[in-house]
């Protein structure tokens, strides 16, 4: 059976256009993978603790999931990266805010994202640990950071992909939904829009 993580990433919970449009893929992944098994993780209603002095002390020696299991500081961002690892398809819904990722997203990245557990540092670079799989990334903006006249720096698409890199996920795919801020006919063009690209992603 097919496990599949989303990441539901926006303050509102439900209510955000990045779920929805996120609940229209990962009814079509459910679709093509009869029996898939769905968990959420709502980031609005549990955030991850952010990353602190203890945090910070005990990443470094405690590189393994079995020493990190007895270090405090580190359970939470054991039991996110089990979770994470368990998963064969990820599914990522965020908010752009501030042109980039909103906080919880940000938080869930610092506890997953571990020296040692997730990725190794070499002198020529960091290699990521995890096996790669499907990462679908849903987002919802306000105005438009993609096409010939974005209105606005895009740092949060290529940085998703640099970090999920970095832990070894590169088969990564973006749907987005843009104008969600700029009236009912923008909106209506942009759902649209992003459910054409989740289509196009479900025939590949
Ligand atoms: C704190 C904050 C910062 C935001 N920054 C941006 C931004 O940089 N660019 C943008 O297009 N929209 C921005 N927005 C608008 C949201 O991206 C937009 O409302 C989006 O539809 C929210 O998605 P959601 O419904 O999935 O939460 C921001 C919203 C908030 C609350």
Redesign the pocket.
Known sequence: MTSVLHIAC???GDA????RMASVLIAGLSDQNPGAVISTRRLDQSPPTLADAAFAAEMMPHTTAESARDAGALQESERLIEELDAAEILVI?T?????TVPAALKAWIDQVVRFGRTFHSTPTGKIGLLRDRPVYIVI????F?TGENPT?PDFLTPYLRAILATIGYKDIHFVTAEA??RGPEALAAGEASARRQIAALLVR
Do not use: D, V
């Not at 955000?16 to 779920?19: D, L, N, V």
């Not at 919802?140 to 105005?143: E, I, K, N, V």
């Open positions: 926006s303050p509102k955000a256009h990045s779920w819904s908010p752009m805010h501030n042109f919802a903006s306000g105005g950071f606005q969600m801020s």
